[in-house]
């Protein structure tokens, strides 16, 4: 029994490493969902900053360049999908469409001519990466406190700053839109973006900064994925994390904490379906771990039907914003 | 005008030397030196041509549409026979195959086509998978081993199957925890997914884990690597990923599939039909460099070598999971 409840406490420590890119996918949705702009592009701004990421971290040696580079890049393909949809009044589900296949296609083209390894990057050393982080006094902790000190060790110990930052990531945006001037703003935006007009502050520029935040995340979920959990770039490697992020924002009901226990949710599943996978679990049999990874999908569709109370997106999404003279 | 020029000085010369072989290949995406699939196609078109002082004309794949339009491009420069690479040109090579009946092709990966102008190439894993099996046995201190495939399909649990097998014909109670990636073509490239997989098992007490998985294989063997224990590479030798942490590679030898395509095609001796290369035929086998010298000790090297033995001479017959869909293991 014991070992069960080790095992459990592995698989939680699990749920954080693959909910991180989720979460901080799901906070860069919230802050442009919420000013008004729909963002399929999460998974291909993360997939653009991957690359960039190993890209550079590879050339510099520094993962902290590698960082920068990518979020930069990541910021400029938000830009990008700002210039159609904010400025032209594009279709905001298009132009985010075009994102995510212009990122799946340039990764590998740039890849291949820079490195010529069929578009994975070089391996990276380890100092090219952002290792993990072992916690002070693990091991007095484990030894001499009872049972927090077990769970300090396995499951708060040892993760690279990424993690700790996604999870800041959440706290900071609840702050941000809840708490400040900008953050009403941002919420009026994409909920009736005449009213922020009529009161003098630009929708275009209100929206402009929402998405050059959404970038900076989606920057850090890439950097995440090639230089801190992964070791270099590999295509597509994002492997459709952007849409379950999407789908964790949804069941948030676009709000930041329960966006972020979603996001854990979703992670725990995989983690639980990669343990189960071919055990005879005891009176139940063998749990179909095809069912595990379709859950959050399953969820979120049962969700969106209505089943677990309402959702009310904001209601100015989607919608370019038409000035009335 | 001056394309027609072209066009007219190609047919010339392709009448001039028509008795002449026009080799050509089609690496696919990835390019010629990805360090991998291609690349080994790529050395087995070396040696043919420095044997022989024959030049192939290439051509590198960088999207899917390329493929068949490539294929007839070298029909029409005069190749008399085609080398496709990987079971994604496979409809490709089917079709031109069939307009051009004069021209030879042959397909490494493929086996499932029928064409009488088609060689396919088909190798077997499982062979390679027990020698490897066999390896991560005998270099296991926990007596526990690992596997990641990629996507679930047959083909995969052939790997699966073959390494079982190896493993437990070395300790007959090891215990081997398999898990698949996923049911889509994502699988083959989630390498933080592999990453997590291997960190499961190695949480589970797994010290040697085994991926047949591509792209997120890289993952795999990086999870291995930064916890200190042991990965074994696939298809190419991948011992240099993580040079110490990688026990092994099981190689896929394409370049001896390649090398033989043009070497029967220049003596008149191209055949149709499938060909399998097993371990007899030198088209499987596990990687020995100077990246994992010191992890093979001389323990494991017999234990290889004796199963390499049986399996040459017959007493072991490694099970083809394809053969019955089932792993008797």
Same mark, same amino acid.
């Given at each position: 029994?014991?070992?069960?409840?080790?095992?459990?406490?592995?698989?939680?420590?699990?749920?954080?490493?693959?909910?991180?890119?989720?979460?901080?996918?799901?906070? /860069?949705?919230?802050?442009?969902?919420?000013?008004?702009?729909?963002?399929?592009?999460?998974?291909?701004?993360?997939?653009?900053?991957?690359?960039?990421?190993?890209?550079?971290?590879? /050339?510099?040696?520094?993962?902290?360049?590698?960082?920068?580079?990518?979020?930069?890049?990541?910021?400029?393909?938000?830009?990008?999908?700002?210039?159609?949809?904010?400025?032209?009044?594009?279709?905001?589900?298009?132009?985010?469409?075009?994102?995510?296949?212009?990122?799946?296609?340039?990764?590998?083209?740039?890849?291949?001519?820079?490195?010529?390894?069929?578009?994975?990057?070089?391996?990276?050393?380890?100092?090219?990466?952002?290792?993990?982080?072992?916690?002070?006094?693990?091991?007095?902790?484990?030894?001499?406190?009872?049972?927090?000190?077990?769970?300090?060790?396995?499951?708060?110990?040892?993760?690279?700053?990424?993690?700790?930052?996604?999870?800041?990531?959440?706290?900071?945006?609840?702050?941000?839109?809840?708490?400040?001037?900008?953050?009403?703003?941002?919420?009026?935006?994409?909920?009736?973006?005449?009213?922020?007009?009529?009161?003098?502050?630009?929708?275009?520029?209100?929206?402009?900064?929402?998405?050059?935040?959404?970038?900076?995340?989606?920057?850090?979920?890439?950097?995440?994925?090639?230089?801190?959990?992964?070791?270099?770039?590999?295509?597509?490697?994002? /492997?459709?994390?952007?849409?379950?992020?999407?789908?964790?924002?949804?069941?948030?009901?676009?709000?930041?904490?329960?966006?972020?226990?979603?996001?854990?949710?979703?992670?725990?599943?995989?983690?639980?379906?990669?343990?189960?996978?071919?055990?005879?679990?005891?009176?139940?049999?063998?749990?179909?771990?095809?069912?595990?990874?379709?859950?959050?999908?399953?969820?979120?569709?049962?969700?969106?039907?209505?089943?677990?109370?309402?959702?009310?997106?904001?209601?100015?999404?989607?919608?370019?914003?038409?000035?009335?003279? | 005008?001056?394309?027609?020029?072209?066009?007219?000085?190609?047919?010339?010369?392709?009448? !001039?030397?028509?008795?002449?072989?026009?080799?050509?290949?089609?690496?696919?995406?990835?390019?010629?030196?990805?360090?991998?699939?291609?690349?080994?196609?790529?050395?087995?078109?070396?040696?043919?041509?420095?044997?022989?002082?024959?030049?192939?004309?290439?051509?590198?794949?960088?999207?899917?549409?390329?493929?068949?339009?490539?294929?007839?491009?070298?029909?029409?420069?005069?190749?008399?026979?085609?080398?496709?690479?990987?079971?994604?040109?496979?409809?490709?090579?089917?079709?031109?195959?069939?307009?051009?009946?004069?021209?030879?092709?042959?397909?490494?990966?493929?086996?499932?086509?029928?064409?009488?102008?088609?060689?396919?190439?088909?190798?077997?894993?499982?062979?390679?998978?027990?020698?490897?099996?066999?390896?991560?046995?005998?270099?296991?201190?926990?007596?526990?081993?690992?596997?990641?495939?990629?996507?679930?399909?047959?083909?995969?649990?052939?790997?699966?199957?073959?390494?079982?097998?190896?493993?437990?014909?070395?300790?007959?109670? !090891?215990?081997?925890?398999?898990?698949?990636?996923?049911?889509?073509?994502?699988?083959?490239?989630?390498?933080?997914?592999?990453?997590?997989?291997?960190?499961?098992?190695?949480?589970?007490?797994?010290?040697?884990?085994?991926?047949?998985?591509?792209?997120?294989?890289?993952?795999?063997?990086?999870?291995?690597?930064?916890?200190?224990?042991?990965?074994?590479?696939?298809?190419?030798?991948?011992?240099?990923?993580?040079?110490?942490?990688?026990?092994?590679?099981?190689?896929?030898?394409?370049?001896?599939?390649?090398?033989?395509?043009?070497?029967?095609?220049?003596?008149?001796?191209?055949?149709?039909?499938?060909?399998?290369?097993?371990?007899?035929?030198?088209?499987?086998?596990?990687?020995?460099?100077?990246?994992?010298?010191?992890?093979?000790?001389?323990?494991?090297?017999?234990?290889?070598?004796?199963?390499?033995?049986?399996?040459?001479?017959?007493?072991?017959?490694?099970?083809?999971?394809?053969?019955?869909?089932?792993?008797?293991?």
């Amino acid at each position: 029994m014991t070992d069960f409840w080790f095992q459990f406490l592995l698989a939680l420590d699990s749920t954080l490493r693959v909910a991180t890119p989720l979460i901080f996918c799901a906070m /860069a949705g919230i802050f442009s969902e919420r000013s008004g702009i729909i963002d399929i592009s999460l998974e291909g701004k993360m997939l653009m900053a991957a690359f960039v990421a190993a890209a550079t971290a590879y /050339a510099t040696g520094s993962p902290w360049i590698g960082a920068i580079a990518a979020i930069i890049v990541s910021i400029l393909a938000s830009l990008i999908h700002g210039f159609a949809c904010i400025i032209h009044r594009g279709n905001q589900v298009i132009s985010g469409l075009a994102i995510n296949i212009l990122a799946s296609g340039l990764t590998v083209i740039i890849g291949i001519a820079l490195f010529r390894q069929g578009g994975q990057t070089p391996t990276l050393p380890r100092t090219s990466r952002f290792n993990s982080l072992e916690l002070p006094f693990v091991d007095f902790m484990e030894q001499n406190v009872p049972i927090f000190g077990i769970i300090y060790k396995e499951l708060l110990s040892d993760h690279n700053i990424l993690v700790w930052a996604a999870l800041a990531s959440v706290g900071v945006t609840f702050y941000i839109l809840f708490k400040t001037t900008f953050g009403l703003r941002l919420r009026a935006v994409g909920e009736k973006p005449e009213a922020i007009d009529s009161a003098g502050i630009s929708v275009t520029r209100m929206r402009f900064q929402a998405i050059i935040i959404a970038g900076i995340l989606c920057g850090l979920a890439g950097v995440y994925l090639s230089t801190a959990t992964g070791a270099g770039f590999v295509k597509e490697m994002t /492997a459709g994390k952007g849409y379950i992020a999407l789908a964790a924002m949804i069941f948030g009901k676009w709000r930041p904490v329960p966006a972020l226990f979603a996001c854990l949710l979703f992670g725990f599943l995989e983690a639980v379906a990669a343990r189960v996978q071919g055990v005879e679990i005891m009176l139940i049999g063998e749990i179909s771990s095809d069912l595990l990874i379709a859950l959050p999908y399953l969820l979120t569709v049962i969700l969106l039907a209505g089943f677990i109370g309402g959702v009310t997106p904001p209601r100015a999404i989607g919608q370019p914003y038409i000035k009335e003279r | 005008m001056v394309s027609c020029l072209a066009m007219f000085s190609v047919v010339t010369t392709g009448f !001039a030397g028509s008795h002449a072989m026009k080799p050509a290949v089609i690496y696919d995406m990835g390019g010629k030196f990805d360090k991998s699939f291609n690349e080994g196609v790529w050395n087995g078109v070396k040696k043919f041509t420095e044997e022989t002082g024959i030049e192939v004309m290439e051509f590198e794949v960088t999207n899917e549409t390329q493929r068949e339009q490539a294929m007839r491009r070298m029909v029409e420069r005069g190749a008399t026979i085609v080398l496709g690479v990987g079971f994604a040109q496979a409809d490709a090579i089917a079709a031109v195959a069939a307009d051009n009946p004069d021209v030879q092709f042959s397909i490494i990966d493929v086996s499932w086509l029928d064409s009488p102008n088609l060689r396919q190439y088909a190798f077997k894993e499982h062979e390679g998978s027990y020698l490897v099996g066999v390896a991560a046995a005998k270099a296991s201190q926990t007596n526990k081993v690992g596997f990641v495939g990629g996507m679930d399909i047959p083909l995969i649990s052939r790997f699966a199957c073959g390494y079982v097998g190896g493993v437990k014909s070395v300790s007959a109670n !090891a215990e081997i925890y398999q898990n698949m990636t996923g049911s889509t073509p994502s699988a083959w490239n989630d390498p933080a997914k592999g990453a997590e997989l291997t960190r499961s098992q190695i949480d589970r007490g797994a010290d040697v884990v085994y991926h047949a998985a591509g792209g997120t294989g890289v993952g795999v063997i990086q999870a291995a690597a930064d916890a200190g224990k042991l990965a074994i590479g696939v298809d190419s030798n991948q011992n240099g990923l993580a040079p110490g942490s990688v026990l092994t590679s099981m190689l896929k030898r394409v370049d001896v599939a390649a090398y033989n395509t043009f070497m029967d095609a220049s003596k008149g001796q191209f055949t149709s039909g499938v060909q399998v290369l097993g371990l007899a035929e030198g088209g499987v086998d596990w990687a020995l460099d100077e990246n994992n010298e010191n992890l093979i000790t001389d323990d494991i090297k017999k234990a290889v070598a004796s199963a390499r033995e049986a399996i040459l001479s017959g007493d072991v017959a490694v099970h083809d999971y394809l053969a019955d869909n089932n792993c008797p293991y």
